[in-house]
């Protein structure tokens, strides 16, 4: 069941995802995304048909959409950080270093995205960021990778409990 509010009642812009990553069937054919350009052949997604090696002429052709845009659609994450009290003068460095990141990780692989940067309303005199993610692991390793460059914060990793993988981070600067 898609969860849309959270526990503290705020209402969320994108729930955990619930669902199963879905593997089209049809190995030998390809698939394209309607929603982005991303292509499905030899088992997985891939930005171009680049490797795909011997290109045959007749191979059958799918649309669907793949599972990073459907849980974008969806509104569904997989990986969520959530970070408070950062500090004034890294808020610039701090956005730019989750944009390359999260580009990065785009580039290696297509299902790999970050769906948003959110500043929770509401807030007190700090300032907080909640970023979504279609993977678990590239969230995990963000967050290690925030905490490693500004040295002062604090992280706590939980999961939501089995099927569903949600990684939730929280990261608190310490100043
Ligand atoms: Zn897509």
Same mark, same amino acid.
């Given at each position: 069941?898609?969860?849309?509010?959270? @526990?503290?009642? !705020?209402?969320?812009? %994108?729930?955990?995802?619930? /669902?199963?990553?879905? *593997? #089209?069937?049809?190995?030998?054919?390809?698939?394209?995304?309607?929603?982005?350009?991303?292509?499905?052949?030899?088992?997985?997604?891939?930005?171009?048909?680049?490797?795909?090696?011997?290109?045959?002429?007749?191979?059958?052709?799918?649309?669907?959409?793949?599972?990073?845009? @459907?849980?974008? !659609?969806?509104?569904? %994450?997989?990986?969520?950080? /959530?970070?408070?009290? *950062? #500090?004034?003068?890294?808020?610039?460095?701090?956005?730019?270093?989750?944009?390359?990141?999260?580009?990065?990780?785009?580039?290696?692989?297509?299902?790999?995205?970050?769906?948003?940067?959110?500043?929770?309303?509401?807030?007190?005199?700090?300032?907080?960021?909640?970023?979504?993610?279609?993977?678990?692991?590239?969230?995990?390793?963000?967050a290690k990778k925030?905490?490693?460059?500004?040295?002062?914060?604090?992280?706590?990793?939980?999961?939501?409990?089995?099927?569903?993988?949600?990684?939730?981070?929280?990261?608190?600067?310490?100043?």
């Amino acid at each position: 069941m898609r969860k849309n509010i959270s @526990k503290s009642g !705020k209402t969320e812009l %994108f729930a955990p995802r619930t /669902e199963e990553h879905e *593997i #089209p069937k049809g190995k030998l054919g390809l698939v394209f995304c309607r929603e982005c350009n991303a292509v499905y052949y030899k088992k997985s997604w891939h930005h171009n048909l680049r490797y795909l090696k011997k290109l045959r002429e007749n191979l059958p052709v799918k649309f669907a959409i793949c599972p990073a845009c @459907k849980m974008i !659609k969806n509104k569904q %994450f997989e990986g969520q950080i /959530e970070i408070t009290n *950062i #500090p004034q003068k890294i808020s610039k460095e701090l956005i730019n270093l989750i944009n390359s990141f999260c580009k990065r990780a785009y580039g290696r692989d297509p299902m790999d995205r970050l769906i948003s940067i959110n500043q929770p309303k509401n807030q007190r005199q700090s300032a907080s960021l909640i970023i979504t993610l279609t993977e678990n692991q590239t969230a995990v390793r963000l967050a290690k990778k925030i905490k490693q460059t500004f040295k002062k914060a604090t992280m706590k990793i939980s999961y939501s409990s089995s099927p569903s993988d949600v990684a939730y981070v929280k990261l608190e600067f310490r100043i």
